[in-house]
Every structure is written in C-alpha cells, then in structure tokens.
C-alpha cells in the first residue's frame, strides 16, 4: 500500500492523514457547540 | 550556507520587528494577574491552536526527529499519530475542557495552582513549581543551543553571542508581555512554520516523482541499511525495527509513548486550556490543532526518511553518510542540497520561528512556576508582593540558569534533555492531574504520594538504570563503578514505562486507604 510493504508502517502514516482529517472534521461540527459560558 | 547571508539578514530583521510589534501588543493589553499569566482568559480559538503547536513543536522536534526518521525510517509515524489523537484530540477535548472550568472554579492562574488548589495542598503547588524550575531549564537549554547553532551557522554570529543575543529577545517580549506576547508571537510563528512545512511537503514528493514512487523507491533501498544498525534491529526505511530489538524498544518506549503520552502533563501546554474563554473555543481549535500537528512533525518525518532516496540518487549514499554520520545535520543538508535557495532562506525562519515559540512559553511557565507557585505560595504562603512583579523576577533567573545550562552542559546530556523532561512530566505529574479531573474520589494524600513516587521513581529510573540518560549522567558510575545497576533490556526500557505505572498505582492504593476530601470543596472544583 502507498509502496510501502510493512503494515506496520503504511497504517500509521494512514492514520496519521485521518487523524488531521478527523480533528477538522470534529472541529467543524462542534463549531457552535456547546455553551456559551463566560470564563470570569 | 547556500544563500546570500544579506537577504537572510533582512528577512530576519523584519520577522523580529513583526514579533516585537506583538510583544508590544502584549504589554499594552496588560492590566492585570489574568492577563500577565493566563493572557486575560480571551484567547481565539486559532491563536490557542497555533501557539499550542508552536510550544509543543521545537526545533530539536523537526531538525532531531526529523533526522532520527533519516536514519532509522518511517516508524516515528507512531509518534505523529500519537500527538494528533492524544496531544490535541484527548488533550483539548478530554483534559482541556476540565482544565478550564476547574481553573476557574478555583481561580488558578498556574498549572501547578491548579493541582495544588484541587487538592488544598500548597507543598504540591510548591514542589511542582520546584520540579518545574530544576528540570524545565535543562529542556529549555536544549532548545536555546539548537537556535543559537542555526544563527551561528546561517546568519554568521559567535556561538556565545547568539546564545545571549536569543535569550534576551526573547526575555524582551516574555518579561513585558506576559502570556499575551508569548501566545500571539507563538501563532505567528506558527503560521510562518505551517507554511515553510507545506512547502517541504510538496516540493520533496514532486522532486521524487511522486508519493507512491518516492515511498517505493525508499521500500527498495532497504538493502543499504548498515550492518551495525541492522545488527540492533534496523531492517529498513519503510519497515518497523525488529520487535524487542535495541532501536524497537527506543522507538516505542522512550518516543512513542515517552514523548507520544508525556506531552499531555508538560505544564506549559497544559496552561493554555485556561487561557480561553469557553469549552466551545476548545473544540474549535481542535480544527486547526490536528493538521498544524501534522504539518510540523508528519512532515519533517516523513521528509526525513525520504531524504534517503535522494541522496542515494544524487550521491549515491544514505542519508546517515551524507550527513557524516551527524543524525542533527540530516534535515539541514537535504534541504541545503535540495531545496531552492529562496526555501533556505524561508525554511531557516521557520526554524528559528520554532525555536523561539518553544522557548517563550518555557521561560514564562519556569518564571511562573518559582516565582508564583514557589516563592510567593509556597515559601511566602501568599503573603507577600504582587504576582506579574515575582513572576517577572523569575523569568529573569530562569532564563540565567536557562543561559549559563547552555554554555556549560555536554553535549552528551543536552540531546537527552527533551526525552527527561517529557518522561518527568509524565510520572510526576500525569497521574496526578489525571485525578485531580476525572476522580472525585483522589485525595490530597493520594496526589502527594504520587507526585513524590513519580519524581523520585523516574530519577532514580534515569540516573541508574536508562543507559542512554545514565551514562551520559556518570553518577552510576560515580558510586557503584557500572553506568547501570541492571543489564540488558531493562537498561533500554524508558522510565515513563516504570514510574508512570508506580505512580498510578500510588495514586489509586493511597486515596482509598485514606480519608476523602470534604464533599463540599469537591463539589466547588466541579461545578459546571
């Protein structure tokens, strides 16, 4: 997979990818999430 | 140095002048104990992001690690993944949201405040401020000799005078400015290091023809990897160390779950969760966090290993050789030998960039952590002159000791700086701040008898059992005539590994068999 013979190897740089994509996606979602709190 | 120094010079100038304006902007947005600690509790969600980043990602974390993925190969991969998923994902989502509303609900401006107010203890405030002043400059050291070496070697300045001349420019914004200049000069450092990264990225796969053809080429090179590094369990730049081997146990232990898991309890990021206003703010930044994170490390990794194929193509070597065996001289020969020269110009403000973003928020959080949480709470019991004056008394001899430590340490003890530090933090502090959030039922007994077992079990750990820290350190040998006390694997398995786990252990044995906090202060620290 991706010329990279070593599983071992090609899921982590796979991971790597959908774990960025991942925190975009959850980000986006959660854009207006949430409480409106005020710190102080 | 491929490119002229003048164009550099001037590139520099004019990025010092845009960090000075911030610093600036810092001091004027000053006013009170929240602003100079906590940056006013207002911060955007972006600038949260990038300057977390930043902070987390020095320049040892790309020019090191990236060579270490030049001579060992892409199982360093482990590590990014480990910092997207646990250092933003679990840390922003899990740990940040309870951070911050516990920090108010308390009213801390200090991680170290922050544990020690959840468990009414001013000697665990005290002695983490304590821990954090001995250790943090040894890290902060390391990171002020890898961006004096880059000024000494790009822009032509003494070593000795590039030391001083970093640290007071930094000392500059950080003592005027508080948390507020050390945040917003760190997200512009981060922009400029987002951009230098996508750059690298894309310019080194067009060079070799592609992400599959580059990965296959490197796949094919496995049979040029050293006999004495296939010997501890090098088997190639595209394939996992053999399991259990020298370089496996390296790998998973000390920088997967080392740096992968430590990352969580390191009190200058974990700081910046109390710096915003809301919880939403939190998960808006996790947007950014991830691809920042993998844009810094995924990047110079991946790079770093890929270095390898063209080198074998241009010089008919590894990148190890190219580099004259130097692990640290691997990123900057390849981007010297490969890269445009407006990139080298580009890509050493990057470098610079990042090592002055990871080191504003050291000397803000060591000034804090012996000025606020050590003398003024600790020693003073609160009684004693405002909190942004003793802060800035302590920053200024953080960064002295920070200073001489880079004039006088071996170079021997300062590439195993970051890898200490990370590990401390991680048995110290972990188990307890993972308590004090998720677990009503921990105590201040339990947190005390964890944080002294976690200290103590990781530099005992360190001093006589790691090989790499033990050696270097000599105290071993010093008093027993062997640099360590056990032999064989254990000398290769990270202290995280072993006083992390007794610490936990502590933490949990010691609450139970003791009397719960009051009900009443629980229900203070976790109120929504």
Known sequence: MLGIDDPQIWIAYVLCFLSAIGCIIYGAIKWNDGQDEEAC | ?528
């Open chain 2, 1 to 528: 140095m491929a490119v002229d120094t003048s164009i550099l010079g001037i590139a520099v100038l004019i990025y010092m002048i845009i960090v000075f304006y911030l610093g600036w902007l810092g001091y004027k947005q000053t006013k009170d104990t929240d602003d100079y600690m906590l940056a006013g509790r207002k911060i955007n969600p972006l600038v949260l992001a990038l300057s977390y980043g930043a902070a987390f990602i020095s320049t040892s974390a790309i020019i090191g690690f990236g060579g270490y993925a030049g001579a060992f190969g892409m199982g360093v991969l482990w590590l990014v993944f480990m910092n997207i998923f646990v250092g933003i994902f679990i840390a922003f989502v899990l740990f940040g949201s309870r951070t911050r509303r516990m920090g108010v609900n308390l009213g801390a401006v200090t991680f170290p405040e922050l544990i020690g107010r959840r468990f009414q203890s001013r000697f665990i405030q005290g002695f983490s401020g304590a821990l954090i002043t001995v250790f943090m400059p040894l890290y902060a050291g390391s990171v002020l000799i890898g961006g004096a070496r880059f000024m000494e070697t790009a822009l032509n300045i003494q070593y000795n005078n590039a030391v001083l001349i970093l640290a007071i420019i930094v000392a500059a914004y950080v003592i005027t400015g508080g948390l507020i200049a050390v945040m917003y000069t760190d997200a512009l450092q981060g922009g400029l290091m987002f951009i230098g990264m996508i750059i690298l990225f894309v310019l080194t796969y067009s060079r070799l023809g592609g992400v599959v053809e580059a990965h296959q080429s490197l796949t094919s090179m496995a049979y040029l990897v050293p006999e004495n590094l296939a010997a501890i369990g090098h088997t190639g730049w595209t394939s996992m160390p053999e399991f259990g081997s020298d370089i496996w146990w390296t790998l998973v232990s000390t920088i997967i779950l080392g740096v992968g898991i430590g990352v969580l309890a390191q009190p200058q990021l974990a700081v910046r969760f109390m710096t915003v206003r809301n919880t939403r703010s939190l998960k808006r930044a996790v947007l950014s966090g991830g691809p920042f994170i993998f844009m810094m490390a995924g990047v110079a990794y991946i790079v770093g290993a890929l270095s390898n194929v063209y080198f074998l193509d241009t010089r008919g070597m590894i990148s190890l050789d190219a580099a004259g065996g130097n692990i640290d001289l691997i990123i900057p020969e390849y981007i010297n030998s490969a890269m445009p020269d407006y990139f080298v110009v580009f890509f050493l403000l990057t470098l610079l960039a990042a090592a002055m973003s990871t080191l504003s928020s050291q000397f803000h959080t060591m000034g804090t952590a012996i000025g606020h949480d050590f003398y003024r709470e600790f020693v003073m019991k609160g009684k004693t002159t405002k909190t942004i004056s003793i802060t800035r008394v302590g920053i200024a001899i953080t960064i002295l000791i920070s200073v001489v430590l880079a004039y006088i340490l071996p170079i021997g003890i300062i590439a195993r700086a970051t890898a200490i530090f990370f590990g401390l933090c991680a048995a110290a502090f972990l188990p307890m701040y993972t308590g004090a959030l998720f677990w009503k039922r921990m105590n201040r007994s339990g947190a005390t008898a964890s944080l002294l077992v976690g200290t103590f079990g990781s530099i005992f750990w360190l001093t006589f059992v790691h090989a790499k820290e033990a050696s270097a350190l000599g105290i071993s040998r010093a008093l027993f005539g062997v640099d360590t006390i056990l032999t064989g694997t254990w000398t290769l398995v990270d202290p995280i590994l072993v006083a992390t786990p007794l610490a936990i252990i502590t933490a949990i044995v010691v609450s139970l068999a003791t009397k719960p906090d009051s009900q009443e202060h629980i229900e203070m620290c976790f109120q929504k």
